[in-house]
């Protein structure tokens, strides 16, 4: 699941658990449902307001022991309750979503990190409850992988989130390396370019490194799943980084030889 759409993270495939990929595919369309009201169409910023706030509603019906009438939102219910999942992440996805509406730029690599705990971590946390995983040391682990593949997709997108209206590269970073937002329009990779893309993609290896080790930790098909997505996040920064950040021409995305070789990892948990 790319975060913005959640490319980068499992989206209820044959290697999950049976016993949870319903709930996945709930707490999936509900992500998507909502990023697409804050994203997608020509509704103005009041309007995606007022969209993502009957979501805020109808996540309310649910806490308070009721079913939505929307079938999308029945269905989450359901998963909801069949695995005692907590409210709060859901709570804070649409925080997120809500975000976007509002919010174009961000100052520092802080502030991004910060946004990524609403918009990336939330998921991480469900997939962790429905695995029946509590411990705080994974829990923490999972939050840096969902922050550090947020990262990598912002980079990813740079062109297409410009055409948004958005800037996902910290303002204090574009100063420091002396580019304009001119120069992402133009998508004009000279001068300092590369080496602020290298600094970028510098910080978003750390972060997945930071919690890597989760996907050696856990077993069976979700911790091969999950090895699968660090590791495609660790090749997603190898392309970016090979053309030397210049994400405008070509998206940098994972071909068949990269999946060929993530599984082959995978299997070794290496």
Not at 192 to 219: H, K, S, V
Not at 227 to 239: A, D, S, W
Not at 259 to 265: E, L, Q
Request: with cysteine; hydrophobic share 45%; proline share 3%.
């Amino acid at each position: 699941m790319g975060v913005g759409h959640y490319e980068n993270f499992p989206v209820g495939s044959i290697l999950l658990p049976r016993r949870i990929r319903r709930a996945v595919h709930a707490i999936y369309r509900f992500a998507r449902s909502a990023d697409d009201i804050a994203d997608e169409g020509d509704a103005s910023a009041g309007e995606r307001l007022a969209a993502l706030a009957v979501c805020r509603a109808r996540l309310h019906e649910i806490e308070a022991g009721k079913t939505p009438d929307d079938v999308l939102y029945a269905e989450l219910a359901r998963e909801i309750r069949r695995h005692a999942l907590p409210m709060q992440p859901f709570h804070d996805l649409l925080d997120a979503f809500e975000q976007d509406v509002t919010v174009t730029r961000y100052e520092t690599f802080g502030d991004l990190v910060s946004y990524c705990r609403k918009s990336a971590n939330p998921v991480g946390r469900l997939m962790l409850q429905l695995m029946g995983e509590h411990d705080a040391r994974r829990v923490a682990m999972s939050d840096g992988i969902c922050t550090a593949l947020q990262l990598i997709n912002f980079l990813q997108d740079v062109a297409l989130d410009w055409k948004k209206g958005r800037v996902y590269l910290p303002q204090d970073a574009l100063r420091r390396y002396r580019i304009d937002e001119a120069q992402i329009g133009r998508a004009d990779t000279g001068g300092l370019w590369g080496a602020m893309m290298r600094d970028q993609i510098q910080r978003a290896r750390g972060m997945l490194a930071a919690g890597a080790p989760l996907a050696q930790q856990m077993r069976g098909r979700f911790g091969f799943e999950l090895r699968m997505i660090v590791m495609g996040g660790e090749r997603i920064l190898y392309k970016i980084h090979q053309v030397d950040g210049d994400v405008f021409c070509q998206r940098p995305v994972l071909d068949s030889r990269d999946w060929a070789y993530m599984v082959w990892r995978a299997l070794r948990k290496k």
